[in-house]
């Protein structure tokens, strides 16, 4: 006897029990569905955001930004007060206030040349932006402009375009849209900008304006300060101290008064060559013009777009050249590096942590998203498996039912030399066979379910305006572990009734009505 | 005399009932020759069909041996006791024992289900031994839809089928009419006389003197006589 005619057997017994065997398989295919459609969700959400990190070139992309250490002398100095702390008392509270001295490794030009020559970097470039004014024929509007360098839109992050072409070189009086920008201002016939001169144009501030006010001032007269001052008390040390606090904290008012209030207006006339398709605020990071380089080096020199935070974090980094505010000084707030197909981003995250910056990699972000993923999928897959567990009871039950059943059968197959293992592999086959079927059916309903919900989703989206996507899928290794899972679990069910009818003794169950 | 085929000693088989013990079958000796037909008889409870079961390798002794052909039956391991029950012993009993939803001819095929013979040639061989049993006509009828002769010669077909040694048959006339029953007599009869070994346990004591060269009387699991037919009688 062969695997065929224990199927055939096992079809046959099946078959005359059909009712019972449609119910018990029933409870299979729930589980099974159930177990499918709720990974197909998943597997779907992961191939997702998988389809936007590599749609986005996300998966060669690395973010480097500055990285804030202590001082050595911070260090030192809190070294010290811990050993105070241990030799004094161990439940004294220390609370006097520390504060942390950091100091900026700045992401400057410098830093944009040695990130560069990392090997595998293929390109490396700053993240340059600033609030902007434009306009476009009477129209104004509020927003940010970013400057990239021309070799940045051959990367998937900005190289597609819903309309016109690319900017032609990096000193061109061009400039490119964003989709982000058409839909936050209701722009109605994009297509028809292409062509189109614009204006841009944004507030500068400088460190000269600020020095100038200083010393020259509505508030403030050299020749009144000179009267006020007690010559008789120059040599009293608090008196000193006081008009020496309150003077400098006059020239602070007037240097950020003078910093602030400059209101020189800083302009150009570009015209716009294309839209670039950030697919509605999908493009990470890109703001909602893109200007080349030389207009955003331009417009930085001048001071444009640049707040306090701007100036006190360039004080405090020791970029600011009071007499030279030129390009060597500038700073970025990070820098975009596109890695080359086969290196590995640890040790290039390694290269960038050794230059003293800090490096953030979409690729080792999203292992950590696969790995949230996998506790999702094992979420879903417990409850999908409790709902087989369940049912695997009502599979035990029915064969239990069957050896009961079938007990005089199992002696007549004895009397005609079936083994013990033979008893047991037809018990099997029929547990097995019910597996089988509720798994296959189970997997087609789960598909028909997860086809059902993504129905639903995507209507739901399209009626909401946002770009539909497919939150489930099918993929074969879940077709394949659902088969396994729904088969194994059947056979786990059928192994104990399989024992026993195995060890049914022959002459009472010939006995047996 | 022919070869000795079958040989048991001091064969028991006692069974715990709360705090007694039923001795159905207690120290037979009993030897079984080739192509011999030998009728164990005896009353309701007197271990005659026990003894059956335990040459069939069915039950399990309590005590004693069973040499089949010189091997110690129960030596043996269960897949060896299980090929002996495929290859070497064919089975009839009162009840028939056919599966219902089988057909007569799925029913005699089974018995060929263990030793390895292709489908085709099962379903041959099923189907020449059925037609031979006169029951040609009724190869896809279910159990159901047969007489108890016809019933009982599926049976027969079912043991006979595989070509056994021995044909073990457990009052296969008990359930059937005269003419049956004559029927099924013929058919042992004729078997015998083409040197399979036969041993039938009945009741009826006129069919045992009337087919069997040997008959066996057994009460409370002991023999009590031995009857050559056709000549001297003999206690054991």
Redesign the interface.
Known sequence: MDLRDMLHISIGNLWRMKLRTFLTASGVVIAIAAFVAMLSFGAGMQENVAEQFNKLGLFNTMIVYEKRTESDNERRHRNQDDEENIEEDSTSVNDSLVVVDMIIKPLDNEALKLLSKIRGVSLAYPFESFAISVTIDDSTYETDAQALPLDAYKTKLYSELSYGEHLKSDSSKEILLTDQFIKDFNIEFPDSLIGRQLIISAKASSVDSGLYAIVKSDSFNIIDKVKELKFDSLLNKDYVSTVLKTEANDAIGRFVDGYMNRNEIVSDTLIIVGILDNGTGRRTSSKQILIPMSIAEKFNSKGAGRGMMDMFSMVSGGQIDLFNQGSESKSFSKITLNIEQGFLHKNIADSVKALGYRPFSYAQEFEEIQQIFLYFDMGLGLIGLIALITASLGIVNTMVMSIIERKREIGILKSLGADETYIKFLFLTESGMIGTIGASAGIVFGWLISRLGSFIVRSFMEKEGVDAIELFTMPIWLVLTAFAIGLTVALAAGYFPASKAAKVDPVEALRSD | MNKLWIETANLCRHYKRGTSTVKAVDGVDLQIYQSEYLAIVGSSGSGKSTIL?ML?G??TPSDGTVHVDGTNLFKMS??EI??Y???KIG?V?QSF???P?HTALYNVE??L????TP?DERIAKATAMLESLGLGERLDHKPSDLSGGEQQRVAVA?ALVKNPTVLFADEPTGNLDQENTNQIAKLLKDLNKKGITIVIVTHDLPFAKENADRIIRMDYGKIVEVIKNGGSNGSA
């Open positions: 079961n069939a069915l039950d269960r897949k299980a090929s029950r495929a290859d089975m009993f024992n056919l599966i939803h089974m018995a289900f263990f030793d390895d489908k079912r």
